[in-house]
């Protein structure tokens, strides 16, 4: 069997350049066929109208170019769009598209499943398949630009969809190289929000990233015992280590890091609570987003009523907290917050979801 084919899909453009200057194309050639790929969403060599016929031929030959297919693309009343992408091996991924916010924005997953094991997350249920590699991080977004007709508009990216971005840290930074590329799509990092549970020495790795994304916590729990109860791996980082490594943390001028606090019924939403959570972001450049739970079969949660979650956020905004309480888009087709699951290749029936959540 030959040797497999070196996948253009996962090279930035740097090495795109290098790889193709060994077989002696210039820069200009790397950088025409990034173009392509990223701003025109074109994969199909014999499309690359401007590339020369010997370079198109070697394309063709010497190299693959995955990008993951869309399965299914489903549209929710709010305009939502969740699409099921499947990747070579045959896994199977979720994005989504959430239009107007007034935004656009792409929810963008960075493993097959997730390891965290949230206990209102339904990804989590899944435990961990695979990390999702740097092209096929940046694939999701070629795919959605493309499908959304958004490749010659501003779009931000959330890093909020199936997996923990900081548990695939390697490969979550060079697809968002990858997409800053001002050969590809020129997506500044401004407009990259990556949310994480708080793994901190990957916590420090990223503030001292030259392209830092905008930063959101999930916090959900203002006791250890608590959020070790929810969010398993605060056993191994607590609070009190997070919220330091936020205090350390280089932001830039006027930015913030979000807290995100799943809101659970009589859990963690009570006044008590909120002052807990006045108190521990003290010191700290911090917004909160209040985000009421979306339930979902097997997970042993309710979402708190209106006043609930009005009564919490009066808390904060009287300390003179930004808060802000996220409406949930996408609900009727399963794409809100914490409802991302599929299951690689096999295609499960409902029944067996449902086995396999309440098992
Ligand atoms: N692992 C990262 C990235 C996933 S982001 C992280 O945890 O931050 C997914 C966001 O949706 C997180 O803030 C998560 O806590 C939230 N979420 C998960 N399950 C949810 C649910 N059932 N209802 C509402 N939000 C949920």
Known sequence: ???????????????????LAERGYERFHARQVYRWIYKRGITDPDRMTDVSRQLRQQLHEAFALSTPRVVSDELSIDGTRKFVLELGDGRRIESVFIPDTPSMTFCISTQVGCAMSCGFCLTGKMGLVRNLTAGEIAGQVRVLAAATGLLDHPFNIVLMGMGEPLHNYDHTMKALRMLHSEHGLAVSPR??????????????????EPLMPNLAISLHATTDEQRTALVPPNRKYPLAAI?????RFPLKNRSRITFEYVMLDEVNDSPDDARRLVRLLSGIKAKVNLIPLNPAPGIPFDRPSDERVNRFAQILADRHITVSVRKSRGRDIRAACGQLIVEGGTKKSAAQQMAMLIR
């Open 243 to 247: 919220l330091d490594a936020c205090r």
């Open 191 to 208: 407009r990259v929000t990556l949310s994480t549970v708080g793994i901190v020495p990957a916590l420090e790795r990223l503030g001292r």
């Open 1 to 19: 069997m030959s040797a497999p084919r070196l996948d253009l899909a996962e090279l930035d453009v740097n090495e795109l350049e290098a790889v």
